[in-house]
């Protein structure tokens, strides 16, 4: 049996891939991972301890603690992305707390980093870019000391495609969380359960207009209001819990469970 924990921001809880039988209405990649590791082993076991806001230091002083109590034998750690948005960025609070947190397991736990997106959804997030660039050079350097293990996903053109996306263009969409799942299964050497996320057409070009208007509408619906809810708070100040905090297993308790269906869970339809 493996038990398997995720910790880390809303990258992890799921947001960008909604679904109204999970908690807080999402499902995600970690979701996703989960239900391989049961079609591989259905007596595997799954925590989620990631939530919305989280920074580095959240993620080490709320969720580190019971992460290691519960003693996983796979952990996953996405985190650093909420710093980045900050208007001040010190790399070391942000490294300092992961670089601890990858210290806290045992030498017989696989420990999967991500690295960051390098943000290119708009043009309005491209100064973010740099700051991306060198969370991504630390974090790499503080997996290599610790014997983690990096997914890697800061490559600009394997994340082009807008389909991938969420309407935020911060969060994955469905497809790219299925991209992420296939990406931690191959880390973890899942062989035949490691089914590979949808192949993409080729995107249909569009018009300057087209373009702009969809950026304007962007700004409208999802940056502006992003931005006003982290300058007051109150992303963070969200009435909403950790998925899993208590460990359970996808065999029995995921809905849709479907050992032989793609990533290990049903086709229902995305929301």
Known sequence: MARFVALGDSLTEGVGDPHPAWPNGLRGWADLVAALLAAHDPASDYANLALRGKTARDVAAEQLPAAVELQPDIVTIWAGGNDILRPRLRLDNVLAPLDHALAQFAATTTVIVFTGFEISGSPVLTPLRARVRALNTGLREIAG??????????????????????????????????????????????GAHAAEAPALDPPRPSRFGQTLAAEVEWWRVHAAPHIARWATGASRRELVVPKWSVPVRPAGTFPWFDIDNDLGASSAPSQ
């Open 145 to 190: 000391d610790r014997g983690a293990l990096v997914a890697d996903v800061s490559e600009r053109g394997a994340w082009a495609d807008r389909r991938l996306w969420a309407g935020d263009r911060v969060h994955p969409s469905p497809l790219g969380h299925q991209r992420l799942a296939a990406q931690v299964a191959h880390l973890l050497g899942l």
